[in-house]
């Protein structure tokens, strides 16, 4: 099912990413464009002047800053998403499908937690580092919840590899085995790309929270690094739920873009619709709630794989 | 070749961090230290399995015990670090020492352990010009602190500089 | 060969940003430098083709990291190391018995004649380490998951310092918890 | 080609609003061109290009005003906007300044030459910057405390408030009213005589809505709410105005996950005057009364509070922020939205 694409896929990645991230922000744009009365088209061009403003734009020193740390986290959060991208096939063939490419996952996209952080401790800033905060209480919320529900696709699966999660699934999608799972993979894919009803780090209430302090081609990085990142996990729940390329009549690599565009826009859809979602209420509700739910749904997966 | 390799890289992890582990004073300090021994036990159990043993799994639940390990002994050390802090105000390992009973137990707690420092260098600097310049507060709102900051050095942390700030763009 | 190159490389790096730890002053960077000694290690255990075990120190230390900055900038004076200090105590003694442990290790490690290998690798270390724990070593496993949870509990005891009493009143009868700031449930 | 000069002209401008005592007027005109522009206001000085500085001079806003202006990283333009009017013609010229390329290379280095200057190491203060502090906190850590100014140049504050807290990780701790440049005898622009059909007394309801949404990090609703309440204060007709109206009220009465969050902050007791009575989910639940009776042609809606509530508004802010986190005190803040501009010169009462 799964074979390992050629060494220039490696950058066919990131050129992906961008552009479905791209297809993200445009998206938004237009939603909002909407809100204020213009015509939604308009939203189309509108990430590429913003990016055109902020190449312009001198980076900012501020006295006791510690650089290496508030420069490093900028550049990780697109880093991230790309290392995190390597193991989702595009229809059947994948940069790198390894034996635990769930966990792999997982291990970079955690990673974000380090950028953000890094991020608001950089700037001496009380915003930044607030929303620092923010955000590794906003990761130690979602971060259980997750990875059950992304046990639960490995266990479905039987195995840690995504090639053998999206063989498994050829009957039936685990986003109809597990909607459990999948809803909270949604929430946290949300909550990681810190987005939409998640923004809070980065929100307005804090002037930019970690963002603060950031102009020029640093802020550049970190917004675009976001919609990239967003675009990644919503690459990954396609493998992960909706049964990767698999699709009648167009080759898989189409359907898996197809798919992914399609979570993608369901998320831009939730930011547009939702309120932000303050951490010191939703934690209580992750720990209590989300995680016995997805418990639950690893087990009955477990009991559906003994019995099948 | 390749066994002794791995081995002399866990030795040399584990003589790092037990010199942190035996030289520094914080408690947090010392558990990174301690951390980085744990982390050479992971890489010598690793390294030891693959080119002993490798077809039993031993040295894979040695490292996986390894790892736990490390998480119980971060956790359990914050919660002390913590329940310390809050009872006596201390963070260092040779202000808790009285915990053994051979000293008095005065003249460690209160502020004196921050006092003597410098300060929380950095939450100054948040403080500092976290805001005030930055959306336009008050200059003058230090003189406010409140007089159980020790030292007055540091009672208008949150006021100055507001000049700097920003001042310096660079292409 | 590359295999080489890059352990050589993470090897250097990891003692290289272990020593770090303890020489600079910002107790962020610290933390950050430690980090780096975990994910290069991280990355010589991936090279022996312990993958899952590789993955999962990563993922572990990243997250556990974050954790300890926290508390590094609670508990820390002097956080950002902007106002240079040190906070050691007996840097001699401490260097020599490092010294003295690493030569008498590092003989070891050579002196010792190792045993040849027996046997070869299983094709997928993860599934061995999956069926070493569920079943011969099922015992290891509930002994660790034991000890986490007893931990969990024991640290939140130890950390917190209002109970239930505190929260629900004196006969546990109130019907909302009394907190500083509440959870979302209200629970 | 000069590349420069290239992107900055087909780059949006991301404008820093910025309100003064008396400039809800100026502010509502400049917001209304930005939104019909397609510009998006900026979070931070750090994210603008121009700082737009709505309604008139006075002394210490512009101290405060000075310092934005200093953290704007360039190229940057600054615009005055005293009275609505001259909105327009204020933004075009800011732009205009924006967009010349020379002025801004000669700006830069001359900003450069006196960051150089001005760079002296200080022993005490690393950065120029004091340490901080500690002090007693409710979890009984003895945490460091950071002083932060809330206000006056806030996005999505009122006008002229100035919040000084004293927090702990971000819990506020100590909070200290004052207005700036607020002085006695100003005309309350929400306060001025209703002529038009309950339409202004609607907009107001609004106008606190937006803010309330956009501190609660609904930035969709809170732009909708703009356009119908610019809408809404238009002289002529409006037609189609009230149905979008009722789908908005709609969309945002209906939205349990902001109820959720607003729920239980800053309580206000019975004593208070009725308008700030309850939580900030009651007094959201107000406005959105007020708006709903006013969708409908039918008589105008109650006026919103006058010099007192705000007075009092202001007189209960600091115990009903204390103690809680940034994000609530800032949601407590707009939950209450005290008309500035009502209240004329203010002074807390000694003793708080």
Known sequence: MSGVAPPWAVLLVPALLIVLGYGAAAGTAALRARAAGAAPVSGLTAPARESARLLVQRRRTIPGTDTLLWRLGGALVPVAAVLAALVIPLGSTAVSDPSVGVVWFNAMEVVVWAALWMLGWGANSVWGLVGGYRFLIQGLS???????ALTAAALGAGSLRVGDVVAAQEQVWFAVLMPAA??????????????????????????????????????????????VFLAAVAAMAVPLFLGGGAGPLLPGWVWTLVKTAGVLALLVWLGHRLPAVRMDRFTEVGWVVLVPVTLLQVLAVAVYVLVR | MMLETYLLLAAALFSVGLFGALSQQSVVMVMMGLELMVNAVIVAAAALWLYTSPERPDGQVLVLVAVTAMAVEMAMGFAVTTALFRARDVDMVDMAADLADHRGSGGHGGHGGHGDHGGHGDHSGHGGHGNPEHHGGHEDHGDQGDPEDHGGHRGHEGSGNHGHHGDGGER | MVGTVVFAVCAVGAVASGVAVFVVDSMARATFALLASFLLTGVAIL??????????????????????????????????????????????????????????LAAGIVLVPWPEREGTPPPDPTLALGEAIMGRHMLVMMLVGLVLFATMVAATVLATHRGRYERYGDDLRRGRPDDPIGGGLDR | MDLTGWLLRRAVPRPFVVTTVGGTGARLAVERIVRERGWRRALSPADADLLVVCGPANADADEALDRVWAQLPGPRARARVGAPEQARHALDTARADLLDVAAQRRDADARDRSARAAADPDEDMPGGLPMAGRGEDRDGLTLDRLHLSLGPALPDWPAGLSLRTVIQGDVVQEAHVSLVGAR???????????????????????????????VAGWPAAALSARRLRDALLEPGPRPGTGAELRRWRHMVGRSRLLRWSLRGLGRVGDGAPEELRGDAADRWARWLGRIGTASDPGPPGAAPGGPDVARTALDLLPDLVVGQELASARLVVASLDPDTEAVGAYAPEPGT
Not at chain 4, 190 to 214: E, F, I, V, Y
């Open chain 1, 142 to 148: 979602y971060e259980l919840p997750h990875m059950f």
């Open chain 1, 182 to 227: 999948f809803v909270v993979y949604l929430v946290s894919a949300l909550a990681m790309a810190f987005w939409g009803p998640f923004g809070t780090p980065v929100g307005r209430d804090l002037a930019g929270g970690v963002a603060a302090e950031l102009s020029g081609v640093d802020l550049l990085v970190l917004r675009a690094g976001r919609y």
């Open chain 3, 47 to 104: 090279l022996l083709g312990l993958s899952y075990l590789g993955v999962l120190v990563i993922l572990m230390m990243v997250m556990e990291m974050m954790v300890m900055a926290v508390f590094m900038i609670m508990y820390m004076m002097n956080p950002a190391g902007l106002m240079p200090m040190t906070m050691v105590h007996n840097r001699a003694g401490s260097l020599a018995v490092s010294g003295v442990v690493f030569l008498l």
């Open chain 4, 184 to 214: 006695d005898g100003a005309a309350s622009f929400w306060g001025a005589p209703d002529g038009d059909r309950g339409g202004r007394s609607t907009a107001a309801a609004l106008d606190s809505a937006q803010r309330l949404l956009s």
